[in-house]
């Protein structure tokens, strides 16, 4: 049973948002304040976080931000007004996974639910062999992909899902340019046209992560005018 957490301070929209989840089989845990939401996200480990921007005592920025600086992987799913516009692009910069407009459908809801649940289907550790294990090893970068771990010079990293997948899909190419248009639709799986700043953001917090020396990344690296490649110099072991 996945475990969802609303963070919400419209009532209304919390009991709409729960009757369709429990339709799926969640549990439903809500909060309409964000200092409570805050402290269930960091000691329940939610499947996902509902968490909507306007909120009393604490808003949903500042929650997203404090929910990853406690390392908490959660999907976080964000609520935001259509007059919040700004706020969709710092929501994803703090570490969100997606957002939703209101007013939205429940029809899109689920869709986006469900979409969340199938790549967290796609990320469960099956037990690993010799001849399933995916592991990558450049210089003192090893990434394990299917254990999740990044691991620099035998020191364990932690990374958003975000980070983690940014990494992997340029580490699995090196030397292919992607553009920031490119990086969106593949990494957030939906059209962010007007947010490609957002991709630099991920990419610094994952360069001051991995990087020895940021003033001179040695894993990714800018193609100027273009967006970013993993080092191809960086032969895998």
Request: with cysteine; proline share 4%; hydrophobic share 40%.
């Amino acid at each position: 049973m996945k475990k969802v957490l609303i963070v919400e301070d419209d009532i209304e929209i919390i009991r709409l948002l729960e009757i369709h989840l429990k339709d799926l089989g969640c549990q439903v845990l809500t909060a309409n304040r964000g200092d409570v939401g805050l402290r269930k996200a960091i000691n329940e480990n939610p499947d996902l976080v509902i968490l909507d921007v306007m909120l009393p005592e604490m808003d949903g920025i500042e929650i997203c931000q404090k929910i990853r600086a406690n390392n908490i992987k959660s999907p976080i799913m964000m609520l935001t007004a259509r007059s919040e516009e700004i706020d969709k692009v710092l929501g994803l910069e703090v570490g969100a996974d997606d957002y939703l407009t209101k007013p939205f459908s429940v029809r899109e809801f689920i869709a986006r639910v469900k979409a969340i649940f199938r790549r967290q289907k796609m990320d469960i550790v099956e037990p690993s062999s010799e001849k399933n294990a995916k592991l990558m090893e450049f210089d003192i970068l090893s990434i394990d992909i299917d254990m999740r771990k990044v691991l620099l010079d035998g020191k364990k990293i932690e990374l958003s899902p975000k980070e983690f997948e940014l990494l992997v899909l340029l580490s699995s190419n090196p030397g292919k340019s992607y553009d920031r248009t490119k990086l969106l639709n593949m990494i957030w799986g939906y059209d962010f046209k007007g947010y490609e700043h957002t991709v630099n953001s991920h990419i610094n917090r994952l360069r001051s992560k991995i990087e020895p020396d940021m003033s001179n990344p040695k894993f990714i690296l800018t193609t100027w005018g273009v967006g970013y490649k993993f080092n191809e110099e960086l032969m895998e072991a």
